[in-house]
């Protein structure tokens, strides 16, 4: 008596058996199924994507790629043609440089030799005022010899 009340009341193990059984069949069938219609979704993704999409897209980065690769060789162009003008324009500068400062040069020569040529003039007047200079004394110390004699 006392076993059969505890087994109806307390030992819930065949019940609890028989239900876990029938929720492993349901969830295994119905999730059969459902991988079943999720794998063949992903084959057909998979085939529409390499049949279709890729190619595609495949087609449109090539055709991108060229236009992009067109685009830079057209700024590189541009880039070498300014460097090239600003490399005339250093030169033409330099050159400028050059002629200014050989001219500088040859004006600092000239200036040189007219400085030479008015001290070679003002030493050669200033020789011969101290020239006269003595001879001016000179005759006054003659003059002053006559005087100095009484």
């Known amino acids: 008596d006392v076993g059969e009340i505890y087994s109806r009341l307390l030992d819930h193990r065949p019940v609890i ?14 999730r059969g199924l ?13 085939f529409e994507t390499n049949e279709h999409v890729l190619p595609k897209c495949e087609q449109a980065m090539h055709d991108n790629l060229n236009e992009t690769f ?3 060789q057209a700024a590189n162009d541009m880039i070498h043609r300014l460097q090239e003008k600003e490399c005339e324009v250093r030169k033409l500068q330099a050159d400028q440089v050059m002629a200014r400062e050989e001219k500088c ?3 600092w020569e000239e200036f040189m030799k007219e400085q030479q040529n008015k001290r070679a003039e003002v030493d050669e007047e200033h020789r011969k005022a101290m020239e006269r200079l003595k ?3 000179s005759e006054m110390e003659k003059e002053l010899a006559k005087y100095v004699s009484f």
């Open 135 to 137: 001879e001016q004394y």
């Open 70 to 72: 067109k685009r830079l």
């Open 34 to 46: 459902r991988e079943l219609r999720v794998l063949e979704n992903l084959k057909n993704t998979i």
């Open 17 to 30: 058996q028989g239900e876990i059984r029938y929720f492993v069949k349901e969830f295994e069938e119905k």
């Open 105 to 107: 040069i040859a004006h």
